[in-house]
């Protein structure tokens, strides 16, 4: 699985929109961009996921570059409980290859009042 | 509610025992995962299961064991094997598609001394 490269730390104003980079220049045609993001002392929480194009819930919008190489997560109104560190994980989408996820170090996400 | 469990959410024991850690899950996955974490660290991959009677070792399985007799159980046992045992454990689930995400549980704290 292609590896990812994210900022160690960022803070953002709550209400504002917190936007989160990652780097994935190695991935490849086959592979799923996903982001998790965990609270502490809790389990990862799965925000959402895309091949190429962009991708909206109700949680966040993911935003992937034309060639791929790069993605940002957008939270529209950081609350404070959007505190945690995010991890922004590739990897190739399909059953043979176990659906399992490598996890890099994340952002840590501090969310201002 | 639909989801995975994991108990008990903090476990100790002594050193030499082997001891096992639950997870049950009510979402009709086909997939199970065991993740460790270690402070300040990303997760790793110790076992994960397709499918039932059927698994396989992840990145670090040294010292550990799991089971998968039903769908919905995917016990992990931590050996006396297991150099650095104390850590926080994460179980995951998926469903069949190649690119279904991955759905975790709250954790396990172990802590052996």
């Known amino acids: 699985d292609a590896k990812t490269t994210q900022p160690p730390s960022m803070d953002c104003a709550e209400g504002r929109a917190a936007n989160l980079p990652c780097n994935h220049s190695?991935?490849?045609?086959?592979?799923?961009v996903y982001w998790y993001r965990q609270i502490h002392s809790q389990g990862p929480q799965y925000i959402i996921h895309g091949l190429k194009n962009n991708e909206t819930n109700e949680m966040a919008s993911l935003i992937i570059t034309e060639d791929r190489k790069s993605s940002t997560l957008i939270l529209p109104h950081a609350t404070l409980r959007d505190t945690a560190v995010y991890y922004c994980i590739v990897r190739v989408g399909n059953k043979a290859a176990g659906n399992k996820l490598t996890f890099g170090g994340g952002t840590r996400v501090l969310v201002k009042p | 509610d639909g989801g995975i469990t994991q108990s008990p959410k903090y476990l100790f024991r002594k050193e030499g025992q082997n001891v096992t850690l639950s997870c049950e899950q009510n979402?009709?996955?086909?997939?199970m995962y065991w993740y460790r974490q270690d402070p300040g660290q990303g997760l790793r991959l110790i076992y994960y299961s397709q499918i039932v009677n059927d698994f396989q070792k992840g990145d670090i399985a040294e010292g550990y064991s799991v089971s998968r007799e039903k769908k919905e159980s995917f016990p992990l046992t931590v050996t006396s094997a297991q150099k650095n045992p104390t850590a926080f454990y994460l179980c995951a689930s998926a469903g069949g598609a190649g690119n279904s995400p991955l759905h975790f549980g709250n954790g396990t704290r172990l802590t052996v001394t």
């Open positions: 979402l009709n996955h086909d997939a």
């Open positions: 190695t991935i490849s045609g086959n592979e799923y």
